[in-house]
């Protein structure tokens, strides 16, 4: 399983620590460290921007930029894949519209399954794509609640066939965080974990504490990127929440 760190993380020199021989996810909403991933990172794959726009009550209308920027992205060998655009709270006519619309090769493209869809768009998705994403949403949209589980393990059953092996390279938006990712077939997972968290002083607390955020960021990374996925889903619902550990989600 691929571990991507989303961007921005700062000061970059705690960006350097987390993604040296390492993954990033950087975004078109805050694009400004590509440069610093291509420098350092094994691999890249970018988002849509979709989701900070949407949080921030200003869903992107026009996608003509973020084709271009994937357009030049594509160019980059060590970049793997490019999220096609969404929109987060639309119908799955409107995804769809967005998928007819994508101008880059399909390859490169993985679309977004929300998990208020229908599970015959996910069918359909899996069956065209070589890796679709896997986004909450709607009554999902609070990762590893008890909810939240039981409409994975719906998706799991479309995705993977009866031995629990992957029909197609799933990735896991925002679901990096080790008690969700060590339970689901993922070939990759992405999160702003590393950056959200490392500035948060309150949060590291205990006898010897990281004092800076280089530190702090490397300590998270060897969290995150000790764990793994399995290779086959295991038809096992977690009978625990996990949607306390807000820090990790």
Known sequence: MIHYHGLPITPETAAFVALRAGHAFPSFSTPHQLEIAVAVCQSIAIDN?????????KPILNWAPFYEWAAMCKRIPSCDFAVIPDVID????????????WPLPKWFGAPVWHMHESLTRLERLAASY??????????????????????????????????????????????LNPEIFTRLPLSSADSTNIARNIGIDQAWKGTYPPRTKEARAAVMRDRIE???????????????QLADQGQLL
């Open 49 to 57: 921007g979709a989701f900070p726009a949407w949080r921030a009550g």
């Open 90 to 101: 639309g119908s799955e006519e409107d995804n769809d519209a967005l998928l007819s619309e």
């Open 130 to 175: 070589p890796r679709i994403c896997i986004g909450s949403s709607g009554e999902f949209a609070t990762i590893g609640t008890t909810a939240w589980w039981g409409q994975m393990a719906r998706a799991m059953r479309v995705l993977c066939n009866d031995d629990g092996e992957p029909l197609c390279r799933i990735h896991g938006l925002r679901m």
């Open 226 to 240: 000790g764990e793994n996925s399995p290779s086959r889903w295991g038809f096992i619902v977690p009978e625990v």
